[in-house]
């Protein structure tokens, strides 16, 4: 049974929302609490539509950048072996689990919204794994070796967030769906993987497209 307190998260902006449990397709390894879209099978009211809009539940989904880093660690657990690991905007917290999962000394979930940070903590318990809470990234512990993020750069305004990660941390790992070019060159693109968010929104084709990128040195396997 899905935790209450994410269906009371879900009701503040569409009476009928609840979530149920799933797994991503494009990270099978790991299962979160989302958004139950079989709740969408009437109409939804004006009401409810500006509420959604007005504050979107993004916690709720599992947007594709998400999982194909979470599945990117999980298939190089080296990287975040034996580290402390923070997951900025960390969302459903599938990225923070999945370093959980891999070994992290530590997976940090760090989201400014509470409902997401109950959403981290109910995936983590979901999957067998702890995960601490961050809701201020500037309170983040010193101990940080490693930062991930995924889909954070939707705004250009965020680009600056790329320094500021390589300051906070000696190594980062970057996924994005967004910007084809980051115009930074101390993040080195991966790979290129095809990913779409859980449950689908039919996003345009071009956001299915996750670059991951990494920052920093390569630690040894």
Known sequence: MAPDILDQHLATTL?????????????????????????????????????VVAEPAYWSFCWASGQALAAYILANPHLVRGETVLDFGSGSGIVAIAAAMA?????????????????AAANARLNGVRVSLCDDWRERPDSVGLVTAADVLYDPENRSLLSVFR????????????????????????????????????????????????AGKTPAR
């Not at 609840?18 to 004006?46: K, N």
């Not at 070994?103 to 959403?119: F, M, N, Q, V």
Request: charged share 25%.
């Open 103 to 119: 070994g992290a000394r530590e997976a940090i979930a760090c989201d400014i919204d509470s409902a997401a940070l109950d959403a």
């Open 167 to 214: 300051q906070a941390a000696p190594q980062v790992l970057l996924a994005d769906s967004r910007m084809k070019n980051l115009g930074d060159d101390h993040y080195v693109q991966q790979r290129v993987v095809e990913a779409r968010t859980w449950p689908d929104l039919k996003e345009f084709e071009e956001f299915n497209r996750v670059r991951i990128y990494r």
């Open 15 to 51: 009476s009928r929302g609840r979530v149920a449990a799933t797994v991503p397709a494009g990270c099978p390894e790991v299962s979160l609490y989302l958004f139950d879209p079989s709740v969408l099978e009437g109409p939804i009211s004006h009401e409810e539509a500006q509420a």
